[in-house]
């Protein structure tokens, strides 16, 4: 017995563990980085801030010559749309950190119990203070200084990554390379990261040197908001008869939107996430299901060192381990299920976002949000949904993605034991004699439920009043037949309301369970939409990007603000031609013919001075234009009537 536990039962390799440990002792663990990270974390943050100008002057500009510097830093513009796949990967390397927020047990545990709400949120401050510079160097007007402080720190934290991959391995429980097949994907945004601050040095430097672009002014409206508005001034183009099957059901690209670079950090952010806990999930399953095998061993051992054992005891043995190899087999399918599922739920949020910022744009609040939810949601509430969203996403995704393995697992072993086991057992006569009458039940009622159907439409409805209407007109016929058929089928729908009820549960049940991970739909029912937080910060959400990311309303802005600039341009240097205004006017309007835009100025020439008509060459045979007076008629006051009249003689 002795022999086996230490051979065959939890066999560790004592010189292994001596190595690992000598080689972790040498080098610095990812978690212990943290702490370290701090001072230079730290100073970057004070370097950029000093850099940082302000657009106010305050009382120390007067004391000390700031000239406008050391401004508040932001890491990133939440409504922005530069940088987006800069930050997305940015926050793929906080994955693994946020995870470790929900794992540092051994260095909470040091602190009383009273203290630890406390160290818990002093701890995630400091993991945030530690990924600052991330996204401030992305961030920062100081290209060049934001792009060598950011390199020098990414590389840092990649080389601590490596080490820790490699000389301090956690298990072995997924090969020798453990820790490298969970932190790869944070090793591939590390990667990026040093080649996007590659390329923003490079860029800033051959900007730089040909000091043509230096004075530059950034514009806050983007490319495809422009073009979303041209296409708004243009004719509709006629659709496509038939578009392509992954235009249909898969995705269709849409040249006039585009995601904030919120969304787009907040989907790799949930992939990196997702990934990261179902490695979790399957090295913590194959620990139990190895665990469970070492049992299964061990049972074996003492049943053949003791041959005198009842029969039972060896159809248990058989038994556990038949339990065993199914619930692996149905775990690892659910687990490839569920990941799938989530991953889709991931890509479902982006195109729903899509679909409901169209809706609003186009004024259809009502296909998403009843009347009122859109309007009882603050503003409060919508100004604190931007910074909730992305943690509600994460945390709904995980729990959804946990619950749905549960509850497939649980289905898949009842399948499995109750249809699957017999039928390979050979057990067919016992699985029809269990199951020959709840089918049997399931189809009659399945055959009554269709009667019931064709009675309705066949001979309680009158005919159609059309031969081209859809369905009957909702008019009794045989009322007498009715009454009797409605008395009888009372009896019956009282038997099978029993088991609608319980399958009405069930449904709401597992349909709740699998739509936890999704905020664009509400899981609470119809009326009790408030009471589901996460949906009302996706709503929140929605609307402050839409009050905020509206093209039409952030191009009109543009065009103010181009405006402003130029008067006072124009007081300091003198009347000039208004170039900027021109091409701003000749961008946004849409393209039309030379005769068309001449024939709308003269139209409009014609109404304010009709007195020129009489001046105009005309037509052989055609009948003077009675204009109204100038007074009579405001400016602008035109009936539509009349404009197509005069346009007739124009």
């Known amino acids: ?141 100081y290209a060049i200084t934001g792009a060598i402080l950011g390199f020098l720190y990414t590389a840092a934290w990649m080389f601590i990554s490596v080490v820790d991959y490699f000389l301090c391995p956690d298990n072995n429980l997924l090969g020798e390379y453990d820790n490298l097949i969970k932190g790869w994907p944070s090793l591939l945004c590390y990667l990026f990261l040093l080649g996007q601050f590659v390329r923003i040095f490079v860029k800033a430097i051959i900007v730089r040197c040909r000091r043509d672009s230096v004075n530059e002014e950034t514009s806050f409206v983007e490319t495809h908001q422009i073009l979303y508005v041209q296409q708004l001034l243009r004719k509709p183009l006629p659709e496509p008869p038939q578009k392509s099957w992954i235009r249909r059901k898969m995705y269709q690209w849409d040249p006039y939107f585009r995601f904030p670079s919120r969304m787009i950090a907040t989907a790799v952010l949930l992939f990196v996430s997702l990934y990261t806990f179902v490695v979790g999930e399957f090295i913590l399953s194959k620990f139990i299901f190895d665990t469970l095998k070492n049992l299964k061993m061990l049972l074996d051992h003492l049943l053949q060192s003791s041959p005198g054992e009842s029969e039972e005891t060896m159809a248990f043995s058989k038994s556990f381990g038949e339990f065993n190899t199914v619930a692996e087999g149905v775990w690892i399918c659910t687990t490839a299920a569920s990941s799938a599922m989530s991953v889709a739920y991931v890509l479902l949020m982006l195109a729903c976002y899509r679909k409901h910022i169209k809706k609003l744009r186009a004024g259809k609040k009502s296909y998403f949000l009843t009347e009122s939810e859109s309007e009882t949601v603050p503003s409060t509430q919508c100004v604190l949904a931007l910074g909730r969203f992305t943690a509600y996403q994460i945390a709904y995704i995980i729990w959804g993605y946990l619950i749905m393995h549960l509850m497939q697992f649980v289905a898949g072993m009842i399948l499995v034991y109750v249809i699957i086991l017999p039928m390979v057992h050979g057990e067919w006569a016992k699985l029809l004699d269990k199951w020959g009458t709840v089918i049997l039940s399931f189809v009659l009622v399945m055959l009554l439920r269709r009667l019931e159907l064709f009675a309705g439409s066949r001979v309680f409805l009158q005919p159609k009043i059309s031969p081209k209407d859809d369905q009957r007109p909702l008019a009794l016929d045989n009322r007498k037949a009715f009454v009797n058929f409605s008395y009888f089928l009372f009896f019956h729908s009282v038997v099978v309301g029993l088991f609608s009820c319980l399958m009405r549960v069930l449904r709401s049940t597992v349909l709740g369970a699998f739509l936890i991970g999704r905020l664009d739909r509400p899981v609470m029912p119809k009326g009790f939409e408030g009471c589901d937080k996460a949906h009302k910060s996706w709503v929140a959400m929605l609307l402050m ?68 008509l009489q001046l105009r060459k005309r037509r052989l045979g055609s009948n003077p234009v009675d204009f109204p007076q100038p007074c009579a008629v405001p400016p602008g006051d035109h009936s539509t009537d009349q404009l197509v009249h005069w346009d007739q003689h124009v």
Request: hydrophobic share 45%.
């Open 1 to 141: 017995m002795e022999d086996f536990w230490e051979t065959g039962f939890l066999n560790t390799s004592s010189e292994d563990m001596d190595s690992s440990n000598s080689s972790c002792e040498d080098s610095v663990e990812t978690e212990a980085f943290i702490h370290l990270s701090l001072p230079p974390a730290v100073f970057i943050i004070i370097v950029l801030s000093c850099l940082e100008k302000r657009i106010k002057r305050c009382c120390i500009d007067e004391k000390i010559p700031l000239h406008g510097h050391c401004g508040i830093m932001a890491p990133f513009d939440i409504l922005a749309f530069s940088n987006r796949w800069s930050l997305g990967f940015a926050f793929g390397i906080i994955a693994d950190k946020v995870m470790y927020l929900f794992t540092s047990d051994h260095f909470i545990s040091l602190f009383p119990r009273w203290a630890k709400v406390f160290v818990v949120l002093i701890h995630a401050v400091e993991v945030g203070v530690s990924m600052y510079p991330f996204f401030a160097c992305l961030s920062t007007s």
């Open 545 to 612: 990007d839409h009050y905020h990311l509206n093209p039409i309303l952030v191009c009109f802005c543009h065009i103010l603000d181009t405006k402003i600039r130029q008067r006072q341009w124009q007081k300091i240097n003198g009347p000039t031609e208004n170039t900027d205004m021109r091409e701003i006017v000749l961008f946004l309007a849409p393209k039309v013919s030379g005769r068309a835009r001449k024939r709308w100025l003269l139209l409009y020439t014609l109404l304010n001075n009709p007195s020129l």
